[in-house]
């Protein structure tokens, strides 16, 4: 697929590189195209990306990543064009400083403010559950770790399930777009145990099931 990334840091970068070892176009939108962080970033990748404006990665793209600060993203999202119809996989967390909770409460969500500035592009919240460093390899003691998501269309709910597989994670459908609302502060309770309770980033959660129960 012709995957689009609108910040290339440590998610936007890992994603994009993850997902570039499995040949997907990878168009990488920088604010600074001629970047050498942005450019090495490409070289590593390899010869199927490509480093351009960020109106450029998403016009280029089938599939958009949004991976930026959330204090930058509703301008950065607002100034965008043809976004429409593009499926656009929010990866945000809308955090207050010193892991204060969120800045959206609990009965709103980044991935529904995100939609409502991208009004006609196909939302998925996806892949701001878990640390970068953990999607650089979702595996832990030889299991899989989940990756929730959740969107209202179902056919960019699929493409993102294929893309959440494609970068190591047991995805797990999570409903609509709403549902953001659970995923957020899930994340919340990840940078929390990592940072507030000392266990650090290098661990994650894992479904554990009895017999066939639930969807597989
Ligand atoms: N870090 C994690 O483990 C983690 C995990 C899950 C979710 N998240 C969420 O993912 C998002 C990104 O986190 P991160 O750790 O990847 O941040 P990061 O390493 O600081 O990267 C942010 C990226 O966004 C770019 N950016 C900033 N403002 C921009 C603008 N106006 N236009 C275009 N690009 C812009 C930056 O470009 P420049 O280099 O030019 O500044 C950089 O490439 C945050 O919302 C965070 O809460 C983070």
């Known amino acids: 697929m012709k995957l689009g990334f609108i910040g290339i840091g440590n998610v936007g ?9 499995k040949g997907h176009s990878i168009f ?11 450019k090495e970033l490409a070289a590593k ?16 793209s089938d599939v958009v990543f949004l991976a930026t600060p959330w204090n930058g993203t509703r301008e950065i999202v607002q100034g965008l064009r043809g976004l429409d119809h593009k499926i656009l996989i929010d990866c945000t967390n809308p955090l207050l400083p010193n892991l204060a909770g969120l800045e959206v409460g609990l ?23 878990v640390g970068f460093n953990i999607m650089a ?3 832990l003691e ?6 929730y998501f959740c969107g ?44 507030k309770f000392g266990f650090g980033r290098d661990f994650a959660f894992s479904m554990v099931r009895g017999g066939s129960l639930g969807p597989s």
């Open 13 to 21: 970068g890992t994603l994009a590189e993850r997902l570039g070892a």
């Open 28 to 38: 990488l939108g920088a604010r600074d195209p001629l970047s050498a962080d942005a």
């Open 45 to 60: 990748i390899g010869s199927h990306a490509s480093v351009h404006s960020v109106q450029e990665a998403v016009d280029l």
């Open 107 to 129: 009965n709103d969500s980044g991935g529904e403010r995100v939609q409502a500035w991208a009004p006609k592009a196909r939302v998925v919240k996806a892949f701001n559950t």
């Open 137 to 139: 390899n979702p595996e």
């Open 142 to 147: 030889g299991k899989k770790v989940v990756m």
């Open 152 to 195: 209202d269309d179902a056919d960019a709910r699929f493409q993102a399930k294929r893309l959440i597989e494609d970068v190591g994670f047991e995805p797990v459908e999570a409903g609509p777009l709403s549902s953001a609302r659970l995923l957020e502060p899930f994340a919340l309770l990840w940078i929390s145990t990592a940072y």
